[in-house]
């Protein structure tokens, strides 16, 4: 194994090791919130349910292809790679249209209420959570169709034209319509919800920037005021995440675009960028998110407490 492919090899392990923590303390964090509070806010399910997309994202991309690169090729048959392209797709998916709507819900969570059907609609949040997170399962579950059915298990080191090259798998489409056609149509999806996160991020911005003249000229804040405007910056901070990796994935799925059969190394690229959303938003949630760090610092103090406990009486 010469050193490009080692280092390569390193990050990949590193990005999904890192990933899978964080994702999984996050959901950790969350589950003993809820069983301890039996109850979790709008922005918290949507938070919780976004470290599963992410989770899902590493777990069908990253390792498989951590895997790959150290050498253990042929991991999958023609139907797995279907099945572990689907997950991606529709990981990768929920966690853009989850993205867009933890800022949306934000958004109106600390909007002024200002006329009756905005006090209406800021009271039934927690209601619609749940049919939100129904409906974008259901239409990210159609949308990511495309891309299971075009994809196959390398035979051998041949890849034909307008293949997108996994390593552990290929998705052929067989002829540049069908290429086109399914990049142009994810592009466009991803560019819908990136434009609305931004939109709703512009306006939490300038809400903050009010709340903050508010304060200064106040000297005190509301409790509860205080505690959405901290949310509201963790919301930003996740959306300016997202779109610094998204620019980067996109620009390199573009040029992919315009070619018939793209590097291999691109390809690994791509997956890097776009897999490193999946793999610090937990550490930011985590450092963020007052909740959550409280749970994990908890739990981290009770472990020593029986640790201690367990220890033999030396005296």
């Not at 200002?114 to 259901?138: D, E």
């Not at 920037?209 to 963790?234: D, F, Y």
């Amino acid at each position: 194994m010469d050193l490009c492919t080692t280092v390569k090899g390193v990050s990949f392990l590193l990005q999904s090791g890192l990933g899978i923590l964080g994702n999984v303390s996050v959901l950790m964090a969350y589950a003993h919130i809820a069983y301890v509070e039996s109850h979790l806010q709008p922005v918290d399910r949507i938070l919780a349910h976004l470290a599963f997309s992410n989770l899902l994202q590493l777990l069908t991309r990253g390792v498989p292809q951590t895997m790959f690169i150290f050498g253990l090729h042929n991991l999958l048959d023609n139907s797995g790679c279907k099945m572990v392209i689907y997950a991606y797709r529709l990981g990768r998916a929920l966690s853009i249209c989850l993205t867009c709507m933890l800022s949306f819900f934000q958004a109106l969570t600390i909007a002024p209420s200002v006329g009756s059907h905005l006090t209406k609609l800021k009271s039934r949040l927690s209601q619609l959570v749940m049919p939100a997170f129904l409906g974008l399962w259901i239409l990210n579950m159609m949308v990511c169709l495309a891309a299971p059915l075009f994809s196959i298990a390398p035979r051998n080191s041949t890849v034909p034209p307008f293949t997108l090259n996994l390593g552990f798998c290929l998705v052929n489409f067989g002829d540049n319509l069908s290429y086109v056609v399914n990049g142009a149509a994810q592009s466009t999806r991803d560019f819908a919800f990136v434009a609305v996160m931004l939109a709703s991020s512009g306006y939490i911005l300038v809400l903050l920037h009010k709340h903050s003249k508010q304060v200064r000229s106040i000297r005190r804040a509301q409790q509860g005021t205080s505690m959405e405007m901290r949310a509201a910056k963790t919301v930003v901070m996740l959306v300016v995440l997202y779109t610094m990796f998204f620019g980067i994935d996109n620009v390199i799925w573009i040029y992919m675009l315009t070619v018939a059969q793209g590097p291999a190394v691109v390809a690994d690229l791509r997956v890097f960028f776009t897999s490193c959303y999946a793999t610090f938003s937990p550490f930011l949630m985590i450092s963020t998110n007052k909740k959550i760090k409280e749970r994990m610092v908890c739990a981290a103090g009770e472990q020593a407490a029986e640790d201690s406990t367990e220890k033999p009486n030396t005296k």
